[in-house]
């Protein structure tokens, strides 16, 4: 399952694979360990809410059941890297039935999961940062399988991208 990535020393220095876009998304989920900024005290509120904790740890947890429920239907066809594996197969059930990037849509709930629990602007940006650099990474990844998979085009026009009729994060 984690063999074939493509991984290459030149691919790091001219993203031949779309490493790049996967070192962008590491440092922004790595970036979510960083404390609240600013905390709550900044706002006039002693602590932030507990049932904001409550939900957004909530939304992390779902945010990771769903990444599961992606890496399981994905099989061995995963790839960390928008370029797909060589001999990929075009996996449209499971996860992929919900949406057409259910991996990065996992992502993103964490992330907001993140962003509630902490009432950090920080976090928010950070958030809309992932966006940025999911939906693109999503749109090479899709290119590729577009010209890999005859029949990507009409999975495409039938499952939403990432975050259904949200701009930026589904396209048809």
Do not use: T
């Amino acid at each position: 399952m984690f063999s074939g990535w493509g991984f290459s020393w030149g691919g790091w220095w001219d993203n031949r694979r779309g490493e790049w876009w996967l070192v962008g998304q590491m440092l922004l989920i790595a970036a979510h360990l960083l404390p609240a900024w600013p905390r709550s005290s900044r706002f006039g509120l002693e602590a932030w809410p507990w049932q904001l904790h409550l939900l957004g740890a909530g939304l992390l947890m779902i945010g990771l059941l769903l990444a599961l429920q992606a890496f399981v239907s994905l099989g061995s066809s995963l790839s960390p890297l928008p370029e797909p594996k060589h001999g990929n197969e075009l996996v449209c059930c499971g996860a992929y039935e919900r949406c057409r990037h259910p991996m990065y849509q996992a992502v993103l709930i964490c992330s907001l999961g993140v962003v509630i629990g902490l009432g950090s602007l920080l976090h928010l940006l950070l958030l809309l940062l992932l966006v940025l650099v999911l939906g693109g990474k999503a749109r090479r990844e899709e290119r590729v399988m577009a010209s890999l998979h005859p029949d990507y085009d009409r999975y495409r026009q039938h499952i939403p991208a990432i975050v259904p009729n949200l701009p930026w994060l589904d396209w048809h």
